[in-house]
């Protein structure tokens, strides 16, 4: 089973470390994990460390990777695209990246299968430059998916969807997360969606982490008026789920 665990990590910009002292349980495969934490909090370049594209100090440390594919994969909060290709070949190169060019029945079945759940097939055919910014992030999390990574970190994926849609991508990331092993980090700052569809919450602020654990245990009263600085409380709906209402600014 695929397990990923951050020991101390930090993260450098030059000299200056933008990101200190993360510590993890062991995360295991299938699950959500929500990132959050305030503007500038340091959630991007805390994944940018993991997926190696920063250095720092600590250790992210990943054991049993499935199948020596892509065992990373980082989805960037900006995702516009210069390249001139249509959605359907993007999603293709994606999942083509990094392995032999011939395309088996697998891959276009599971091209087919993500695309259907993200409801981009209809614009299968359109050049990437000729796209809204809610359907270039569906494309960039589609891109994404089909690489079937051991971890999957995707930064503010949701945060030009509209509701229907943040639903609908939330739902098939942790569905795909169970089904397939993989372990989900998601940057996001609708705290509600993490009480919704996260199984842990990592709480950073100010370039440190100040907890991580069960989504009640790190989103409740004190944290959201020490960290985000407003009065809020935690009430379940008629449904269960637990929400987030916002009081105001604390004072
Ligand atoms: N390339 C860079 N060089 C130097 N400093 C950077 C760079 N990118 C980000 N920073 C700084 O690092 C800190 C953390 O930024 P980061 O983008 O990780 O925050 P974030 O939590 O993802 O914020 P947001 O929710 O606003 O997207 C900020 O102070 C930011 O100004």
Request: hydrophobic share 45%; charged share 20%; proline share 4%.
């Amino acid at each position: 089973m695929v397990a990923l665990q951050l020991d101390g990590v930090g993260a450098l910009y030059g000299k200056r470390l933008a990101v200190s002292e993360v510590s993890t349980p062991s995360l295991t495969a299938g699950e959500v994990v929500a990132v959050i934490g305030p503007n500038a909090a340091g959630k991007s370049t805390l994944f940018k460390r993991i997926a190696g594209l920063l250095s720092g100090p600590g250790e992210v440390r990943l054991s049993q990777s499935r199948k020596g594919k892509g065992a990373i994969s980082y989805m960037p909060q900006d995702t516009s695209a210069n390249a001139v290709l249509t959605v359907y070949e993007s999603i293709l190169l994606a999942r083509k990246q990094g392995s032999a060019w011939s395309v088996a029945d697998d891959d276009l079945q599971l091209i087919d299968q993500v695309m259907e759940a993200l409801n981009i097939g209809p614009i299968a055919f359109r050049d990437l430059g000729a796209l809204s910014g809610g359907q270039r992030q569906l494309v960039s999390v589609a891109q994404t998916l089909v690489r079937e990574p051991d971890i999957m970190l995707m930064d503010e994926p949701t945060s030009a969807l509209d509701l229907h849609r943040q639903v609908e991508v939330l739902s098939f990331m942790q569905a795909q997360a169970r089904k397939k092993g993989m372990i989900v980090l998601i940057a996001i700052h609708d705290l509600n969606q993490a009480l919704r569809f996260a199984d842990k919450v990592l709480l950073i602020a100010a370039g440190k982490m100040r907890a991580c654990g069960d989504p009640l245990d790190v989103i409740n009263p004190g944290m959201l008026r020490q960290v985000y600085g407003v009065d809020a409380r935690i009430e379940k709906c008629s449904r269960q789920f637990n929400h987030v209402i916002v009081d105001g600014v604390a004072a």
